[in-house]
């Protein structure tokens, strides 16, 4: 393996068939390049979905009311349903075992926010402790409201890491007390969101105090809680089913009727993300295992053309004294080392490629694309033991074959 006159035999031997060579690299390049290529795209959509779940706890399921759209029980349609603090109590109390986190939201839009001469607007938010985990918030500077904060009607905020540039710019704002519509709160807490910029441009300030300042008579906009992880999806869906028909039966909603009660329950988008990926997985897999295939057939007919066109080279060395392992030995070696050092490149170029396109190809719901080194490894490896299956067959027939065969052969 490490003669040195046999790799500089094998360097000659490939320097004086710089085309065979080429082909032969360049049909592995080319098979790893567009595998890896393949793989990064596929993974690129992975991460564009796993992206717009992380906005949200996995299991969250947000209830809110609207507006009816069918009479029912002598109540005319078009009659506006209002969560209200009743509607929080009756939800806890029903499904009690299958709520993990919990709580109602109070949302005012465009509340004009001013520290120190700058100012902008934001969406506020009135919550429970709990929306922390809803909204998979990490707190990167003091803390998130608290349920004393809750019981006080504290006039205190958590703000987003970009409200934070905006109104303080490179200062910390923790501690600082901001405007917001004419009432001074103080800031307890900054977070990071992993849903994005949107999401941290919000403002969180405890629910009893949101509602003292912009509802009356106990009224909420909406009602978020994460079910038990516990739950299968199939059990998952049939909680929010059965908490969408207690609520319309609390507030004498049809049964039928989509626009009064609505709840949105992350597990069926899940379920669905869950099965279009697995569909993209098997499709990638077959595509990958396709365009290897395609690669081992390239080689394998390569090498079969190079030892054919290498008989009379072999009928020489046979004369020479060389015995049939060593000839077959040198054309493995020169098939192992073109594989390996071709599919190599093809890797490289492959995730040079992949960086060089990543942020274009966003706007095709790919983002981040990219590949775990060891799938590419793996699919090289294999180009490498094809390669190597590809040049013993032929080298070991054209080894047996008498001297004077040999050097007859046109």
Not at 10 to 27: E, H, P, V
């Amino acid at each position: 393996m490490f003669d040195l006159d046999r790799w500089h035999e094998i360097f000659q031997t490939l320097s004086k068939n710089k085309l065979r060579t080429i082909l032969a690299g360049f049909t592995i390049a080319f098979a790893i390049l567009l595998f890896t290529l393949l793989f990064g795209v596929g993974n690129g959509l992975k991460h564009f979905f796993e992206e717009q779940f992380s906005r949200d706890a996995a299991n969250s399921v947000y209830v809110w009311s609207g507006t009816t759209t069918k009479p029912y029980k002598g109540l005319q349609s078009g009659r506006k349903i209002q969560f209200r603090n009743d509607d929080s109590k009756f939800i806890n109390e029903k499904f009690e075992d299958d709520i993990q986190f919990f709580s109602p939201n109070i949302q005012r839009y465009n509340v004009q926010a001013i520290y120190r001469g700058e100012h902008n607007n934001y969406t506020v938010r009135g919550v429970y402790p709990d929306y922390q985990l809803l909204e998979s918030a990490v707190i990167q500077d003091g803390r998130f409201l608290s349920y004393l904060d809750l019981k006080r009607k504290a006039k205190v905020v958590a703000i987003g890491r970009l409200v934070e540039k905006d109104l303080f710019g490179n200062l910390s704002a923790l501690g600082k007390n901001i405007n917001l519509d004419g009432m001074s709160y103080k800031v307890i807490g900054v977070f990071n969101d992993p849903g994005g910029d949107n999401d941290e441009r919000y403002i969180y300030t405890p629910f009893t105090t949101a509602q003292g300042m912009y509802r009356i008579n106990d009224e909420l906009d909406r009602i978020g809680l994460t079910y038990n992880p516990k739950l299968k999806v199939d059990q998952a869906l049939a909680f929010s089913n059965l908490l969408e028909k207690m609520l319309k039966e609390k507030h004498n909603v049809d049964p039928r009727d989509q626009g009064a009660v609505r709840v949105q329950n992350y597990a069926e988008q899940a379920k669905g993300v869950q099965q279009m990926m697995f569909g993209l997985n098997i499709i990638i897999l077959f595509i990958g295992i396709g365009t290897l295939i395609a690669g081992i057939i390239g080689i394998s007919n390569i090498m079969v053309y190079i030892v054919k066109e290498r008989t009379k080279e072999i009928g020489i060395r046979k004369a020479l004294g060389a015995t049939p392992s060593s000839i077959i030995g040198m054309i493995m070696m020169e098939s192992i080392f073109v594989t390996a050092l071709a599919g190599y490149a093809g890797l490289l170029m492959g995730v040079f490629t992949l960086k060089a396109i990543g942020s274009s190809l966003e706007k095709y719901f790919i983002i981040n694309p990219s590949v775990e080194t060891y799938v590419v490894v793996g699919a090289t490896i294999i180009l490498i033991i094809a390669g190597t299956i590809a040049g013993y067959i032929p080298a070991k027939r054209a080894a047996g074959i008498k001297p004077i065969v040999a050097l007859n052969d046109e």
